[in-house]
Each structure stands twice: as structure tokens, then as C-alpha cells.
């Protein structure tokens, strides 16, 4: 209890409060972090411009090309517009060069800076050297929302900015003392492409893209970063557009030197790029989806070896070629995935008994299991929505009636040709509608016949797994908080309300693969009561 | 790291010269004023017969982005103050940012505040501002001072119920005031979206800023890029970079360059972003502009920005768009993921290709597609659907995407077979 552990605390406290409280009075808290003008530049190490361009295997014209359009030291410069795919070094390669150069510079990137407002303040606390801590409960410096009043502010602060530096240049070479160099000052637009999504980009963008002329400040540079080419940015007001810096993506003798970079044993990675790279480049180029895919690759790669740390010789990379080769078919077909836990142990296990698991070509069989958690109403719920999108409502009744399981199978007619081409454009019509929506009730309803049988099934057999789930008593759970986690999830997509009736429909969004191994993981019939035209 | 200052070479003082004067639209256009027929001049006379005369007047300035007009009226303005400096105030307004009337009156509280050193409210309201601004106008005009108000991007002050704009000349004409209004805009038609009632009011003068003649773009840009002889660099650095620029000049390739350059973009703006971009890339160690430089300039403004991303794509997303072309000559307009994947399926089908990737894998490639803007949804409203069920469109020609077929590295065979049909 607080009273016996610190007999000074007087006052009732939680046993939390108290605890922390004597924390803080053993130790001091350290003074929070105030930044200075030092912090608008890079606080690392300089860097020289061989290093620079070493470290970037592919980049050498473009840096170069940044290194000329940014210029000596205090000339002013155009807006630039640096763009290129995603992962071709953009980000990177700025900040390096900014280093390399050793001048102030602010960073603000649309993805964390999500709407006008957060992107105004954060660029005015970082000139006004304002960190957002505990003590003015992480508030900003000043509040900002629209353009005209970041006009002005950020005009303020440049000022002040600017004159800072202009006093620190004239002292002591800022190599020594770790201070920035130069009278201008920078300001980096990360991801602008987001910006495009936001409600209020039609004034935004142009006025990003005008911030030149309406500052009207020569010491001040703007750089842009996108992801997606000029021409997606082109609106009704013209302007004179930023100066275009273009990454390509990177080739495969690029791709080559990135991936050789850092590794302990290049003899090997050197075999196995040249088994895996090309394949994998004919589907995806970018750096990041390749480097998810070798890593676990590579591990496979290097098993049957005892020491890794040899060269390999013909005979052994032809060996060890063999023993890859199965596995780069499937690897092919995956996407990056994060698994759980319990499943990488039975990854180990079920691996040593695998078979070539490629009977359909190319195509690999997942594991029968989800991979994520869900209660069992939760899955019920989501085969019912399922059902309900797929199926429509006038078969409910025959399906669900209340003897259970009913046959859907129609009885099978001749096909004739008419039928045929009729059922392909039903087919193709299904295709291009995706799945139908569907009410509240009709959810509850197929969700409460769907569970009455579950129950009934489960009688039937031993009832020693029900004491886990407490039997009927497990599917009471509350329904619509469920109904609302599954949309939050993205399970179920909540759609408009319909005008007549005035109530919101609802649709699925998941693939049948994954209603079909959740409705295997309850040993639910589902492809009973899916319909087929 | 020593603390001397390294010595900086005659080419790179030139090199910051010239960027400098092409980043500075004062320099610029000054040369381009001088004749007296100009727009400065005009605009000068316009001005300063308002302020000698006690009048009120109001202006448009019209013409591209990048022609000019803010930095003529700049120019202008500067002259003016310094002939009369106790005679004239200036505020200025911008319709990207002010084109809200709240804000658009706080501005101009807050900047008559700022001129004549009064404390300005930020919790003013609209009425507050409105009276202020009238209040302001009647004294000024009675002390014979003139306010010029500049509107900048005025098209957007056009738009919605246009209040300040009315409340504004409404106030020139009946308060005792001297006040000139300059709008300053790109569409040429701009007046035509003025309320009747403002347009009465507004005296229908306009500035047309077009792009100077061939004979005058030659004469600028020997002006802007010929080094000043009597500045610290070397005298003789300098003739010669002044010759070898006269050279460049008149060669006929030089020609050819700039006129493919202004047949697209023909306001000075644009050329002299050219210009800073071949500026830049003067070789240092040669230490003279050459005509490679503005070669080099050219073709990045030149790109080819959709061909570029076809070459970026990889093979499964080419499959992805063959397919869609392939749907689109098969007359079935809307297509989504799923049938750009049976169309996927037929083609692996008939052809037994080695490239048949699973579905997960194809659906990372559609997003990506989607990510460059070579594709895109129809409707921006079909956020009830997941991605693979949005109907989608091309958003590149079908000869568009043969050529970076033909131009794609190791483009497998089939695929252009596939485009022929």
C-alpha cells in the first residue's frame, strides 16, 4: 500500500501515482531538449562527396545533378521537383546530400504531417526551434491553419532564422563547431503525392508550388519530393512549374551492387543473386519487395551448408541451385507477410514433411489456418456477411429453412449453347459488380440460423471441447460490437443507406479463399450454401 | 580543416553571379522596361497621375504566369516610392491565400496596421475590419496619401459573391479617398467573372503582358548572361567568357534549341528557368557555359514523363496493362482487377507463358500501376468497394504504350505480338 512504502505521502494515492512519484524524487528528471540553429543542419558526421557517391550504387548522375541545381554556398535557387518510384532513393539521397553539404535545412513529410495544419505547424516549430514535450502538453508554437497566416509566421521565423545565421557566419569556421553552414535555408517537402488526397489540395498544391513567388525571400530554397511524375500535378492554374530531378529505377546490375553491399560472405550472395535476381525482376523492381523476399530466400539458400562462410565452387553452386530451385517458384507468389507467432513454429514442423507443394502451376497452397485471432461469433459473423453478399436474398429461405441443411444443388440440366453464354455474362456481370450489399437484418438472420446449427452440430458430438467455450453460451457475445470491430477491420465495408429505406447496407470485402479457411477452421460447410449460378 | 577560406575560382564567382541575377526578377525585367511604350511605363504614367491628381483608378494586369506582371508592377512601385516617399502606402493581397473575405480584410488590417505603427486586433471581426479599412481610406485621402491595393491571382478574389471586391471600389467611389486597385491575373477574361455591380465600378483599363519579340529575347539573353567587365572578376576571365557566350549566341544550333525550347513555353519565366538550369550546369573546372549545357537543359524539360514510367514498370505489371489494352479493344468499357486477371488466365492459357503469377502478386502489381497514375479509378466515389472491384481505366494510348513496349529492355516477345492484334 502508498502509506507503507513512502510514509511522507500523506494524501490517498493510487499505488501507481506513489510509485512513480518516489521514482522522481530519487532521480532528476533530465531538462527537457531545446533545440537550437545547430539542429537545422545534420548532426552527424560530414561527409565527403566520395562516400556520398559510393554509398548510393546507381545514383552517381543524380546527386551529381542535385549537387549542381542546390549550388554554391548562399546562391539562391528554382524550386525542384525530385520524383521516381517508390523506393528509388529519393528521401535517402536528399538527406545525404544535405549532409554532405552540411547546410540548415527543414524536413516535413506528408505522410506524418496529414492535413495543412499539421504540416504548417510542424515546419514553424522546427524553425522556432519548438519541441513538443510533457510541459506545454505537446502543443505546437503557434496555431496555423490556414495558408495566410503561415505566410506570415513563416516569414517571421525565416527572418529570425535567417539572421542567426548570418551572425554565426561570420565567427568561427562551422566545421569545428558542428554548425551548419551558409546564410539560406532549405525547406524539404516529403511525399507530396498524399497531398492529392486531401480534401483541400486544390488550394494546397498550388500554393506549395507558388511559395516561391509569394515569400519572394532569395535565401530561401524549396525541394519537393514525389513519388508519382509531374504531369499527375498539373491543375487549372498554371504556374511555373519546379525543375524536374528524375530517379529511375534502378537496373538490374544496380540492383546487383545494392544487394552485394553489407554482406559477409559476397562469393555466395554473389551465386545466389545470380540464381534468384532475375525471376524476381520480372516481377517487381522496387528494392524494398525484393529485399522482404531474398532475406528469407537467401536463409533457405545457404542451409544444406555446414560452413558459411566458404566460397563456393562450381559443383557446389550447382548443388545448392538444385536445392533452392523448387523454392524460388513459390517465393514467387508471395507477397511480404508478417506472421504470428505460434505459426512459425508449425512453418518448422510441417516443412520437414512438405512436399513440392506447386500442383497448381505456380500457384501456392496457403496454410488451412488464418493467421490471425477472431473470436468464434466473430467468424461466424463474417461467413454470414459473406454468404449474404454472395448469395441473393430470395434464396435465403430455401437455404436456410429451419430443418438446416438444405441441398442446393439444383438439379443439373442439359446445358445448351444459350445457357452457356448466358451464364459466362452472369459470371462476367458478377465479376464487375463484386459483391452485393446487403441490410442489418438480413445479416442477424442468416448469422442467427447459421449459429442454431452450429449449436445443434455441435451436440451431436462429445461436448468436452464446449466447456472451453462454455457451449451456446460462447456465441452470446454482443453481435453489433463485433459487426462494428469487423468493419473497423475492413472485413465488412459499411456502405451508404439506401434512400428508401433509410438503413445502411453493408458488404463484404473479403476473398472466398479466406471465407473458406475460416469457415474450415469451424468445420462450417460453407460451399453448401454458397450459390453458383 | 583548417579555418583559411578556400579560394574561390573565377568560375564559380561567375557561376554565383549568374544564378543570382536569373533568380532576381527585378534584374530581369528592368532591360525589358526601358522602351517607352512598355507596360512599365505605362503602368508608371497610370500611377503617378493618380497620385498626383488625387484620383482613384483601378488596372488589370493580364498575361501568363512567368510573363512579368508582379515583377513589372514591382519595379514600378519601387520608382514610385522612391519619387514620393510619404505619399503612397501598398498592400498587397494574394487569391491564393485571401481569397476568403475574413481573411482577405484581416490582411488588410493587419498590413495598414503594420505601415502606420497602430496595434493591430486579431480578434477583430469582419464588421471591425470593414469599418477600419473605410475609416483608413477616408483619412489617407484626406492627408493626400494614396493606398494602392494589389490583388494578386485576382481570378480568385472572382469567385463566390465577390464582397471585397465590391466593398473595396465601393468605398473608392464614395468615401473621400485615394485609392488604385491593381489586379493582377492570368485568365484574360477575368473581367467577364466580375457581378455586375463591380464591374460597373471598375474602370475597364488592362495590361497586356505578352511575350517579347525574337529580336528582344536574343538581345535579353546576351544581356542576362554576359559577365560585367568592371566587377572583381579577372578582366580578361571574363572577355573571354563573354566571346565564347556571343559565340553560342549566334550559332545556328543555338537557334534551333531555343526556339524548340519557347515553341512550349514562351514567357520569359520559363526561359529563365531554363536558363538558371543551364547555368548550372556549367562545368567549373572548364569554367565557360557551352552549348552541351543547354542541351542538357532541354532534354530534362523535354522528358517524356509516361514513357518513363512504362520503362520503370516491370514485366507482370506490362502483362497487366497489355491485358486491359487487349479488354479495351474487345469493346468491354469498365473493367476492374478481376477481369484483367481472367483476361491474365486466358492469354497464360492460349500462349502457355513462363510469367503466370498468383493473385496476391498481381494485385501488388494493379496497386502499383495505380501509384504511377498509369491506370485509375473511373469515379472517386466508390470508397464502398475493395480495390480489386473498382472499375478502372488506362490512363496512357494505345500508341503510347506500344512505344515503351518497344522501348522496354528485355520485353518478352509475346507481349508485343499480343498488341499487334
Redesign the interface.
Known sequence: MATEESPQVTRRATRSYSASNTAIESTNLPESYKPTINDLGFRQQPLRLEDLLSSFPGRRSQIL?LL??L??L?????PILVY???STGKTSVTLQVFRHLNRPFIYSSCITCYSPRILFESILNQLLFHRKDSGHSYSSVKRCE???DF??YLREALENVLTNLKGNSGK??S??SGRPDGTMVYLVFDNL?RIRDWDKSS?IL??LF?LN??LKM?EVGLIFIS??????YYLN????EP??L?F??YTEDDLRHIFMANQTNSRLYASFLDVVLRPF??????VD?LAAAFSSLFKKYSEPLSDKEVAPNEEMKRRLFSHIRPHIASA????FQVRSQPLLKAETNEETKKTNSSRM????EDFDKIDFHMSTSAKYLLISAFLASRNPATLDASLFDSTGVSDSRKRKRKASEKSMDQKEMAE?EL?????G?FPLERLLAIFQCITSLAEDSLDEEESHELTVEGGSRGLMSDVLLQLSSLCNA?FI?K??SCPLEGSTRY?T?VSEDLALKVARSLKFPLSKYLYRR | MGREKEKEKPSEKALNLLRSRLSDPNFIFRPLSDSPDSNYSKLKFIISTSVTEACNNSILLLGPHGSGKVAVLELVLSDLLQQYPEAISVIRLNGLLHSDDNCALKEIARQLCMEHQLLFSKVASFDDNSQFMIAMLRECGLAHKTIIFVLDEFDFFAQGKQRLLYSLLDAMQSVNSQAVVIGVSCRLDVDQLLEKRVRSRFSHRKLLFLSPSKEDTERFMEHILSLPMDSSLPHNYAAEFNGRLKKILSDERFKELIDTYLSFNFTIGHLVRFLFQAVSYMDLNAGFLSLGNLKTALSSNQRQLKLESIRDCSVLELYMMVCMKRLEVKEQTSYNFYSVMTEYKSIHDSFQTSDYYAANVCLRAFEHLLQCQLISFIDNKGHNQSVEFRPVKLLISSAELHQGLKSYQQCPAILLKLMDR
Open positions: 545533378e549542381r541545381l549550388g554554391p548562399n546562391s539562391p535557387m528554382f521516381g518510384g517508390p490556414r495558408p495566410s505566410v506570415n568561427v569556421s566545421k569545428m503525392e488550394t498550388p500554393f507558388n513567388d509569394i532569395p513519388n508519382t511524375s509531374p504531369d499527375t492554374i498554371g504556374y511555373v525543375i524536374p528524375y529511375p529505377d525482376c520480372r516481377v517487381t523492381r522496387q519487395e514467387l507468389n508471395e507477397t502451376l505456380g500457384i501456392r462476367q465479376l464487375m459488380k463484386g459483391p450489399t475492413n465495408i456502405g451508404g458488404r470485402a
